[in-house]
């Protein structure tokens, strides 16, 4: 373990989980408690520097606009830790069997419309899969890199996945960009009494696909979890109630590009290890795969993929 130096004045330092990217403290400064994250690898000092980046993003979203959930305070931090205000409460449980299923629905959908609405006037920027994009090349080889390191043969037919890599290329310029948390899920939004928190911004950026936070949390949740379709369809069909800068039909096919853009990364997530760029430890089941390929072959067809899983 790396060892962590801070100054004088931080105290009570409690180890709260480490993974292959981080180690995750709790500490007191100034009679408070405070969060720290200590990066596991010096490689992976731009994690910090992104995180930065996130956070003052979206403290910046925070002041132009009354969002639905409190951004931490950076307080400190060093070329391989950040030090953020604590953030009390517990993940977020979306299930069906619970009570609060139906505020938890609203909470998303209305997060990620204002999030949207309050940057729909910036700049026009290409997402960074898009040809338009310099980031085309990285992005898209990336994402065919990864797959192809996988033993996808055994699950999925090597003709679809090339199918599926060929139509992102071609349909990438339907994309726009938006600021994207990018990781907006129950895991990273801590309920304490009704009081929101959302944390982890290091995969926040500016080119992400628009609608990649709907999407992600939804069509991962239909792939892996398939008893939470109905409540992944009802905070889309919600969120475009509350979001008045788009419209459902107008927008299908940046909904199923972002979706086949997920349904290519879960394959590479599900059948590696956790590694610097995921810590998913789920492995990929013939279900799963075989879910994935269905709404890969509905999205290649114009179909939205909410509507077929």
């Known amino acids: 373990m790396p060892r962590l130096i801070l100054p004088d004045d931080y105290s009570n330092l409690e180890l709260i989980e480490q993974n292959q990217r981080h180690i995750k403290y709790r500490a007191r400064y100034k009679n408070k408690p405070v969060f720290i994250k200590q990066i596991n690898s010096l490689r992976l000092k731009k994690n910090i520097r992104h995180e930065i980046f996130g ?4 403290r910046q979203l925070a002041d132009a606009i009354r969002l639905d959930f409190k951004v931490p305070k950076i ?10 205000s604590w953030a009390e409460g517990q993940p977020i449980d979306f299930d069906p069997a619970q009570p609060d299923f139906d505020n938890h629905i609203r909470f998303f959908a ?3 419309a204002k999030i949207d609405h309050a940057s729909h006037l910036a700049n026009h920027l290409p997402a960074g899969f898009s040809t338009r994009s310099k980031q085309i090349d990285s992005s898209i080889r990336q994402l065919h890199k990864r797959v192809m390191s996988t033993g996808y043969q055994q699950y999925f037919d090597l003709r679809l996945i090339d199918q599926a890599l060929e139509y992102l290329s071609a349909h990438a310029d339907l994309l726009e960009a938006r600021l994207t948390h990018a990781d ?10 009704g009081k929101k928190t959302l944390i982890d911004y290091e995969s926040v950026g500016l080119r992400w696909p628009r609608f990649y936070d709907l999407t992600n949390f939804t069509y991962n949740r239909m792939i ?18 509350y979001n ?51 709404s890969l072959v509905q999205i290649m067809a114009g179909k939205p993929y909410f509507e077929l899983l």
């Open 184 to 193: 907006f899920t129950p895991n990273n939004v801590l309920d304490s009494s």
């Open 75 to 84: 307080i400190d931090y060093g070329s391989d830790y950040l030090i953020t």
């Open 110 to 112: 209305k997060s990620f």
């Open 224 to 241: 892996l979890y398939p008893e939470l379709t109905l409540g992944c369809t009802r905070l889309i069909y919600q969120y475009f109630k």
């Open 55 to 58: 956070l003052e993003a979206f």
């Open 244 to 294: 008045q800068s788009a419209e459902l039909e107008q927008v299908i096919s940046q909904l199923n590009l972002s979706a086949l853009i997920r349904g290519l990364s879960i394959i590479w997530e599900l059948l590696s290890d956790p590694n610097a760029n995921h810590n998913t430890d789920s492995r990929l089941s013939q279900a799963t795969a075989d879910r994935i390929s269905t």
